[in-house]
Each structure stands twice: as C-alpha cells, then as structure tokens.
C-alpha cells in the first residue's frame, strides 16, 4: 500500500518439469513478470528485474518488485517526451485526490509500449488542484506520493486479479482501503495465528518540519510547521525538500503534513496468520485488511482488544502462513 514491495522466487532446473519453462529466454529480466497464485487468488505480483542462476546448484534465483509500482517509478508524467518537454505544463482543477492521482497514473500508463492493463475509479469531483509542469522532470511515483503523503491524502494500492479470458489486470484503489474485518484471540489454544510482536521507534520522530520548495538563496520558499503538544520530547528538526512546489500553501500543507506522521513514535506490528485455519481466507487478504485482536496475560501488551491495519504481507508457496504488518488503525 503506497508503494511497491520487492520479493523472490527460487526455481530448481534439476528438476525437469521446472527447467522446460524456466530456461534464459523464459524467464529474462524486463520482459516477463511473476504471479503468485494462493487457491485461484493472485496474492503477489511483480516484474522480473534480476535472474541470478548456478550451474553447481541448478538453481534460479529471481529477484521481482511489484509490477505497476515499478513502472510507475520509471515513467515521466508529461505527455512530451522529447527534448521540449521542458515546455509541456498540465493542470488540474476542481478534483479529489483519487482523480488527480488517477490522472498521473494514466499518463505514466498511456502510449507506446507504457500500457498497463488497470482498471480505474470514476471520476470524482471535489477542491484540489495541481499544475505539473515538464521541466521538474516527476516521475509518477514522485508526483503521486505528495498526495499519499499528505495528512489528508489518499491510500493507494494496485490488486491483481485474473480476468475472464485468462489474462491479468491491476484494480487500482485508492481512499480508504479499510477492507473486510479478521478477527484472532491470541489466547486461545489455537488462534491460527503466531509470531506476535511490536517495534516501536523514535528515530524519525521530529517536532518542528521544514519544508523548502521552489528557488535558492533568499528567494527559496520556506514554509514550516511545529508541534504544540508534544512536551516530554526534546526539539527535534527536520528538513524536508519540495523542489517542484512553488505555491506557500501547498508546501505549508506539505510541512504540516509531514509534521503529522513525524510527531510521534512510529508502532510497527507484525504476526503469522494460517491461511489453511478458519480464521481467514486468502480472498481477505489484501493491504487494508483490518486484523481485529486480543491478547491478556502478556508482561508487555496491554489485555485487551485492538484494531490494526494490514499494510503488507509476506510469504511463501511452500507453506500456509503469511506474514503481516500493521499500522494502527485511526494512528
């Protein structure tokens, strides 16, 4: 969710079956991707970046990142792309974040060889705008995470799913990607669920944001923004660089934004669910899955029951159980 995930996938060619799909031309980088299927559900996805073989082994390591994420990072979003794209400007009035970042999208997936088979939301109107302009060079990863970046900004998330002749296509979802409600007591004798734990950090922590946009010297645009509620911390300053942004009250809301998912410490939790148990099935799993849990008797958590939200997951084809991480849900 809000950005894509790397993983791998180890192949043995000393097993015949393997090698007759798995040879050089097969599987090379750049030109094929990986889809991971779990009970007739893609649950992973991604572009084949690197294959890494061993003649000793007979083993074939490859080395995948999220197939739309990854091509969006390497798209440009003006619809000029020659030398005089330094003049091409595009603006957008009169829309809600989800259209804007779905406009980006689509000219990051719109022209020769840059089509990517997504299904998008319908247009929806509302107070925001944007002007892009060529010459800052954004690739849509940059441009769409200033919005998913902003403190009333969009989750976004791209899902793989097989359509009806076979072939695969992305569903692009974007909002509030708050999915269906799982439910674990891991006190019971058999909760489906294992390895429970949580990191809490300080280290990007900050109490006063900077935020600089367009210009240099005395003319460089500098907005920042400072926390009145945090006393048992001592100051702590950041500088966060906007390049492209040249409007003041977009790079206050940038540096208040910012100021927002800094002024705390970050909670990271994470635990194993059994895909093969009753407590959840593959279809459920999805960024936004929300893991509704209880826990009494620890000397660390507090007992109780507890919402978080899943952010990524992880596994592998060998075995049922996926690992989750979590945010806090409404934190």
Not at 3 to 9: C, E, I, L, N
Not at 320 to 331: A, D, H, M, Q, R
């Amino acid at each position: 969710m809000n950005g894509g995930t790397s993983a791998q996938a180890t192949l043995k060619l000393s097993d015949p079956t393997v090698a007759e799909v798995a040879g050089l031309n097969d599987l090379y980088p750049g030109t094929r991707a990986v889809l991971i299927e779990y009970d007739g559900v893609i649950v992973d996805d991604g572009i084949i970046w690197d294959a890494d073989y061993s003649e000793d082994s007979k083993t074939l390591t490859l080395s995948y990142e999220s197939a739309v994420w990854s091509l969006i990072a390497l798209r440009l979003i003006s619809e000029t792309r020659n030398e005089t794209i330094a003049k091409w400007k595009k603006t957008y009035s009169s829309v809600g974040y989800t259209t804007l970042i779905k406009r980006l999208v689509q000219l990051a997936t719109t022209g020769s060889a840059r089509d990517i088979p997504i299904v998008f939301p319908a247009d929806a109107s509302g107070t925001k705008s944007r002007t892009y302009y060529g010459y800052n060079l954004d690739t849509a990863m940059e441009a769409i995470q200033e919005l998913t970046d902003l403190s009333d900004g969009p989750d976004l998330d791209f899902r793989p799913r097989w359509t009806s002749n076979g072939t695969v296509e992305w569903v692009m979802r974007c909002g509030d990607l708050t999915a269906s409600t799982v439910e674990i007591n891991y006190s019971a004798d058999d909760s489906g669920a294992r390895g429970l734990g949580i990191k809490t950090s300080a280290r990007d922590m900050a109490t006063q944001v900077f935020a600089v946009g367009e210009g240099s010297g005395v003319d460089m645009l500098v907005r920042e923004s400072q926390s009145s509620v945090i006393s048992e911390y001592p100051q702590m300053e950041r500088i966060e660089q906007f390049k492209n942004i040249k409007a003041g009250s977009q790079l206050y809301d940038a540096a208040a934004s910012e100021l927002v998912q800094r002024n705390g410490t970050t909670r990271a939790l994470r635990c194993q669910l059994d895909l093969s148990s009753d407590a959840m099935s593959v279809s459920q799993l999805r960024p936004g899955m929300v893991l509704r849990w209880y826990i009494r008797n620890s000397p660390y958590f507090v007992a109780g029951w507890r919402e978080w939200v899943v952010l990524k997951y992880s596994g592998s084809i060998a075995g049922p159980w996926v690992t989750l991480e979590f945010f806090e849900k409404g934190g």
